[in-house]
């Protein structure tokens, strides 16, 4: 890594940490401040998740490290299907992909616990291996065996690690636009919005923020938009991004699972190189850019991305 990039980092952990270090807790809640921001949050959560317009069912399983909320949906006899979502999006992000997903798929889509979300860390911040601990609870919980993922962004990221892992039985998995899997993100200056909406947050800055993570903004619902918002607004900062590093080579060798990966020809996260690195030393992988479409392709061309997720599992 260049020196650059070594400060450009060092200066982005110093801003989030000294961001989340000024704000004291007012009752005891890992993401919220107050009960009344939780609220509207998860007033704005319940909204959202209505855009999924099919039947699904919500549960809470505890775990070691807290209550880990589950979205359940598709037909009982399907194969097993566990979305994980990026970074703030929560589970209601699947709207646009979810009616295709859940076709022939037993969906359970999980809220992440140390962001917004309907899950609840009563922990200290989680560590990779306690990450892959929380998931494989779930997975057992729900007696998941040979299920396939399919994984946005940082979603993407924690697929990856639990692929590595192999403590589960994961079949197919379907990186879309992963966070810091493939390489570093090394567009630091279109990035730079996101961070200044995590530190001052305001309408203005989020559009900006739409506007750099995807192509064409005016398809995000204004009701996912509001949620999103809040997370951004409400939520203490979100610091285990950077606690994401680009797996290494062996590792990515080690994965011998049929891989489908996903990006946006303008995706400020990744670019020819996450593909390239990915056709490298992924044993079994298939890669695909999506034209005309941002870091948020599930959204900027969900029938593109749809089609391609449903031939690859199906």
């Not at 399907?78 to 295709?100: C, R």
């Not at 037993?106 to 291996?129: H, N, Q, V, W």
């Not at 996912?224 to 797996?247: D, E, G, I, V």
């Not at 994965?255 to 990744?270: A, F, R, Y």
Request: include cysteine.
């Amino acid at each position: 890594m260049t020196p650059t990039k070594i400060f450009v980092r060092l200066v982005l952990f110093l801003a989030l940490a000294s961001c989340a270090s000024s704000k004291k807790a007012k009752f005891e809640d890992y993401v919220f401040e107050t009960k009344t921001e939780k609220q509207a949050y998860l007033n704005s959560y319940d909204k959202a998740l209505k855009l999924w317009d099919i039947p699904y069912t919500e549960e809470n399983i505890q775990t070691s490290f807290g209550t880990a909320h589950i979205i359940i949906a598709g037909p009982k006899n399907g194969k097993d299907l566990v979305l994980l979502h990026g970074m703030d999006a929560t589970s209601t992000m699947w709207y646009p992909n979810i009616k295709s997903l859940a076709k022939n798929h037993r969906i359970y889509a999980i809220d992440f616990l140390m962001e917004p979300g309907k899950s609840t860390l009563t922990a200290k911040p989680l560590s990779s291996e306690e990450i892959v601990i929380w998931y494989n609870e779930i997975f057992k919980h729900y007696k998941l065996k040979k299920f396939d993922i399919v994984a946005a962004s940082r979603g993407g990221w924690i697929a990856t690690l639990l692929a590595i892992q192999k403590e589960d039985s994961i079949d197919k998995i379907v990186l879309l636009s992963p966070a810091q899997t493939f390489k570093f993100i090394d567009k630091m200056g279109k990035t730079t919005t996101a961070l200044m909406l995590k530190l001052f947050p305001s309408e203005k800055k989020f559009g900006k923020t739409l506007k750099t993570f995807s192509t064409h903004p005016e398809k995000i619902s204004p009701i996912y938009k509001r949620q999103f918002y809040l997370a951004n607004k409400y939520a203490k900062s979100n610091s285990s991004m950077l606690k994401m590093t680009p797996f290494s080579d062996d590792e990515l060798k080690s994965i011998t699972n049929p891989v489908l990966v996903l990006i946006g020809d303008k995706d400020v996260i990744n670019s020819d190189e996450s593909l390239e690195r990915a056709e490298k030393y992924l044993i079994h992988v298939k890669t695909k850019k999506i034209p005309d479409a941002g870091h948020f392709l599930t959204i900027d061309q969900s029938k593109i991305v749809n089609d391609a997720i449903a031939d690859f599992l199906n």
